[in-house]
T-cell receptor, first 113, second 111 residues
């Protein structure tokens, strides 16, 4: 398996624009997690899914953020409208069991100007 | 409030020495605790998992301890090498559903 795949790897956009981040989890993994990492706040859990259903979105910072998982092999994290403070590295991870080993993707480095 | 604290942002040691990283937590009761390694520009990579009923776990040059009374985990790298230089994150099981991560300790092993 190729591991968790994320795209794009880098994204530069202007404030107010919509940003969509994409993730393909490892095949067979029922759990998918979205994290945001910054120097100030470290690695923060934004939302996670079990069998394509959002379970806990309490980490989503505000209504500008939304996440979907239309099928077992694809998830998106959308920011609309984007703001400079959203600049961070966004990671997607998947696992067989929620609290066991998580496999992280390479991340998307987002810069909002 | 819940906190996960990892000792010092950065730790510098000499090659061949043992590196010891600390993870302290408050207001968590994790059934598991994990350690991950993160290299610059990459996602975290799983290293070890230790359960609440295990005192110690080893994997090659790595050793992890878990003291639920002290609410602390120690992560040791023996005979450290420059290739061990990375950021190490501890992660706690949270409500049997997900993991919460510490901020990490950046380890530099000097030749």
């Amino acid at each position: 398996d190729a591991g968790v795949i994320q795209s794009p790897r880098h994204e530069v956009t202007e404030m107010g624009q919509e940003v969509t981040l994409r993730c393909k989890p490892i095949s067979g993994h029922d759990y998918l997690f979205w994290y945001r990492q910054t120097m100030m706040r470290g690695l923060e859990l934004l939302i996670y899914f079990n069998n394509n259903v959002p379970i806990d979105d309490s980490g989503m910072p505000e209504d500008r953020f939304s996440a979907k998982m239309p099928n077992a092999s694809f998830s998106t994290l959308k920011i609309q409208p984007s703001e400079p403070r959203d600049s961070a590295v966004y990671f997607c991870a998947s696992s067989l069991v929620p609290s066991e080993t998580q496999y992280f993707g390479p991340g998307t480095r987002l810069l909002v100007l | 409030s819940q906190k996960i604290e990892q000792n010092s942002e950065a730790l510098n040691i000499q090659e061949g020495k043992t590196a010891t990283l600390t993870c302290n937590y408050t207001n968590y009761s994790p059934a598991y605790l994990q350690w991950y390694r993160q290299d610059p520009g990459r996602g975290p990579v799983f290293l070890l998992l230790i359960r609440e009923n295990e005192k110690e776990k080893r994997k090659e040059r790595l050793k992890v301890t878990f003291d639920t009374t002290l609410k602390q985990s120690l992560f040791h790298i023996t005979a450290s090498q420059p290739a061990d230089s990375a950021t190490y994150l501890c992660a706690l099981e949270h409500n049997n559903n997900d993991m919460r991560f510490g901020a990490g300790t950046r380890l530099t092993v000097k030749p």
